[in-house]
């Protein structure tokens, strides 16, 4: 798949997409930011049954995580924690509504972390709901989630707002790593030619194409140069 494709504007997520952007190790949105350790925050008591859902998630077991964390659940409630750990196992067994469900208990209870919130957004985004998806996305953001920047740039190019789309892109760049910034500058790149500001559009290609060039060609057949 190339990156032209997985970053336009037109693109539409698949659940395996959504789930790589979800839970994967190398995304910026796995990264979880040190503001929202409270959300992932384990009671004492509940160390070892918490043990016992990891163990289970690293072994791919996904209706006994579930079972572990309703059970968790149901002796500590106010656990955002479990909550989140369940919505991730739901997304893998592609029941995109109960975990939509466990993303917004997550958010009722940890309501100035901004996660959740992102995480909800990205469900509402892979099924076409873009309202929805861009109101949890700005949502996230204004609460510290900075990884939804890429996440609204990506519905707002959709949805042909280009100008609003470039301000995100823009204000993402400053909160990742260099190489990270390489599809998104060759998003930019491409809404940049779309509005006909080419000058800026050549910049941002010659930054990207410099920068894989810099990471020695690494992953270079992903990108559209």
């Known amino acids: 798949q190339s990156a032209s494709r997985a970053f336009s504007g037109q693109f539409r997520w698949s659940i395996p997409l959504l789930l790589s952007l979800l839970l994967g190790t190398n995304t910026a949105f796995s990264q979880k930011a040190a503001d929202e350790s409270e959300l992932w925050y384990c009671p004492p008591h509940l160390a070892s049954l918490k043990r016992q859902i990891d163990n289970q998630y690293k072994n791919e077991n996904f209706d006994t995580?579930?079972?572990?964390?309703?059970?968790?659940i149901a002796i500590s409630p106010q656990e955002s924690l479990f909550y989140a750990r369940r919505a991730d196992a739901y997304l893998i067994l592609g029941k995109l509504e109960l975990a939509k469900a466990d993303f917004t208990t997550a958010a009722k209870l940890k309501p100035k972390i901004g996660w959740p919130l992102v995480a909800r957004g990205r469900i509402y985004d892979s099924q076409g709901k873009d309202e929805l998806a861009l109101a949890d996305y700005n949502r996230g953001i204004a609460l510290g989630c900075l990884p939804g920047y890429k996440d609204q740039a990506r519905v707002l190019e959709r949805n042909g707002q280009l100008e609003k789309a470039v301000v995100s892109l823009?204000?993402?760049?400053?909160t990742i790593g260099p190489l990270e910034r390489i599809p998104y500058l060759f998003q930019r790149a491409q809404i940049y030619e779309k509005l006909g500001r080419t000058e800026l559009a050549k910049a941002d290609k010659q930054l990207?194409?410099?920068?894989?060039?810099k990471s020695g060609g690494q992953n270079a057949d992903h990108y559209s140069r």
């Open 65 to 72: 995580v579930v079972a572990l964390c309703t059970k968790a």
């Open 170 to 174: 823009t204000k993402l760049m400053p």
């Open 208 to 213: 990207a194409n410099d920068l894989v060039d």
